[in-house]
């Protein structure tokens, strides 16, 4: 069957990230960027996926600037087959990026669609579940486990208890939690053979979708700041600050 | 204005989450309908009803309703929205799951995990793991908004006196099937809920080791809760982990035991009211967040600790 990932191409989660002078968002000038981390397990399930002969073929998708072609790249060296760029320079809200998707999913009709739940930079968690909406499928968010039998995936699911397992009609819409799996990473020869590898480039316009939003930001800041308090000395003194001082115990 | 307030409950009881999302939508103003969505959910109704604020309480009772799965619940909600300002669920791992469903279905942007109301249509929301709080604006004619419970005080559970109502519509997809879950059970406080929290790391060593902190929480009533990095080694399952992709908590104390602070980390415990730290490496970020910082060996210090308090 014919698995698609969605990867984002994000700021890099090893970066602290600070919030511009004029209060218009963080400056993410010069910075690293890198695939957003839930993607690259998206990629990764897929691609062991194709290795137990469930999947076929993997399609990877990005909706983003140009140089997302990067992390298209990195994804193609991990083992996606062929690759699509729906180029947007406009920073989408999730719902524009599950329709885009939704556009995608019409034209190569995968039995499975993989993303990460959250991108790193917008923290939303929307998309996937979004783009199960709008292409009728069945979600499986936040999973931990993802296994393929006949027309049915079942989807273990992290949730706030513990864990949940569904049973989902193919095609699905699957959202990868942390513990689905390890990321390998590329080897050079692959990374060689993912130059040649078929990298489509559509946009917006052509796919008919309107990103139109009705969200804006209208100003990004700081969090306040949490100073560092003081160092005790013993156990002895912490009780004593935390009941006479503080007052929590 | 009419807010739609999607119950988070277990068909038994109704999650204290619920009411830090009544006192989001107080804040917006207008009258307040909650709808319980579940199946035999009655006890959760009534609580519902008894919730300070609540003008009305929808009941959906049916068994496509019972897990919560989001293909049956969303067109439910969906079917529902009409004549609402507002749809607000908590940022629970259901609220994620199901409210972007009905976002995408009523064709209007979703606003995830707000912590503040600035106004009926303004919202404050952190990005980048908390680094960084935007101020973003609808003009979605719905807003549909989940709401991160430790951005609002709960209202009270008891005092309002509700109209219940039952909701005939059934929605069932056909799509997917609830198979079986593995609920962690525990005496202890809930972790979201509870005033005081107990986290360890990586520091712990091993699984084993968590009794020492076991022990702690039941002698103050505490919560315990993990790093990523303690949950990623097998420690403790991964329903303990607090941070960016765990769960958030903003407890009166918080308690970091062999934790070092990764940013990912502080960005589920950094509006905790009083951080304790507790770690035998003085170079440790925790620190610089911490009120209270014990550079010692926590396995001296936990046993004392437990003796003290």
């Not at chain 2, 490496?281 to 925790?286: H, K, N, R, T, V």
């Given at each position: 069957m014919k698995v698609l990932v969605a990867v984002k191409r994000v700021v890099d989660y090893n970066v602290k990230v600070r919030v511009k002078a004029d209060n218009s968002g963080v400056d993410l000038a010069n910075v690293k960027m890198s695939m957003n981390p839930f993607c690259e397990i998206a990629v990764e399930e897929a691609v062991r996926l194709k290795e137990k002969g469930v999947a076929t073929e993997i399609v990877v998708v990005s909706i983003g600037p140009t140089n997302a072609q990067e992390q298209l790249r990195t994804a193609l060296a991990l083992g996606a087959d062929r690759a699509i760029l729906v180029e947007s320079a406009d920073e989408l809200n999730s719902l524009a990026v599950a329709k885009l998707l939704n556009a995608v999913v019409a034209k190569e009709q995968p039995q499975l669609v993989i993303l990460g739940k959250?991108?790193?930079?917008?923290?939303?968690?929307?998309t996937g579940q979004m783009l199960a909406a709008l292409s009728g499928y069945a979600q499986g968010t936040f999973a931990s486990k993802v296994e393929v039998s006949g027309d049915k995936v079942a989807v273990t699911r992290e949730i706030d208890g513990g864990l949940q397992t569904v049973s989902l009609n193919l095609p699905a819409v699957v959202t990868t939690d942390l513990r689905l799996n390890e990321p390998r990473y590329a080897s050079l020869p692959n990374i060689m053979k993912a130059k040649k590898k078929p990298l489509e480039v559509l946009t917006p316009d052509a796919l008919g979708v309107s990103t139109a939003s009705t969200t804006k930001t209208i100003k990004v800041e700081a969090p306040a700041a949490r100073s560092a308090g003081i160092k005790v000395k013993s156990v002895a003194e912490l009780v004593e600050k935390l009941k006479n001082e503080a007052k929590v115990i | 204005m009419t807010i739609l307030v999607i119950a988070e409950h277990d068909n038994a009881t109704l999650a204290p989450a619920t009411l830090n999302t009544i006192a989001a939508a107080q804040k917006i103003g207008g009258d307040i309908n909650v709808l319980v969505a579940g199946a035999g959910a009655s006890a959760v109704a009534d609580a519902a009803a008894n919730v300070?604020?609540?003008?009305k309480v929808l009941v959906a009772d049916n068994a496509a309703y019972a897990h919560q799965l989001p293909e049956n619940i969303a067109p439910l909600v969906v079917e529902l929205a009409?004549?609402?300002s507002h749809i607000l669920a908590a940022a629970t791992s259901n609220g994620k799951n199901i409210l972007p469903r009905v976002a995408a279905l009523l064709d209007v942007d979703q606003i995830s995990e707000i912590v503040s109301v600035e106004s009926a249509d303004t919202f404050k929301r952190p990005i980048y793991a908390g680094n960084a709080i935007a101020t973003v604006q609808s003009s979605a004619s719905v807003k549909v908004i989940t709401v991160r419970a430790t951005g609002f005080d709960p209202v009270a559970a008891e005092g309002g006196s509700a109209a219940v109502e039952a909701v005939s519509a059934a929605h069932d997809a056909g799509k997917s099937s609830f198979v079986g879950e593995e609920l962690a059970k525990s005496d202890r406080p809930e972790l979201t809920a509870a005033k005081i929290v107990v986290s360890g790391g990586r520091?712990?060593?091993?699984?084993?080791?968590f009794k020492h902190l076991y022990a702690l929480a039941d002698k103050l009533g505490a919560a315990v809760g993990a790093s990523r990095a303690a949950v990623d080694a097998g420690f403790v399952p991964n329903d303990m982990q607090v941070g960016q992709t765990g769960k958030i908590v903003a407890p009166q104390l918080y308690i970091a035991v062999g934790i070092s602070g990764a940013i990912q980390h502080l960005a589920g415990m950094k509006d905790s009211k009083v951080i304790v730290a507790i770690n035998k490496?003085?170079?440790?970020?925790?620190f610089q967040v911490a009120d209270y910082g014990l550079v010692a060996d926590l396995f001296e210090a936990i046993p004392e600790l437990e003796k003290l308090v």
């Open positions: 959250q991108a790193i930079d917008s923290d939303n968690n929307q | 300070a604020g609540v003008a009409g004549g609402y520091g712990m060593q091993n699984g084993d080791n490496d003085e170079e440790a970020p925790i």
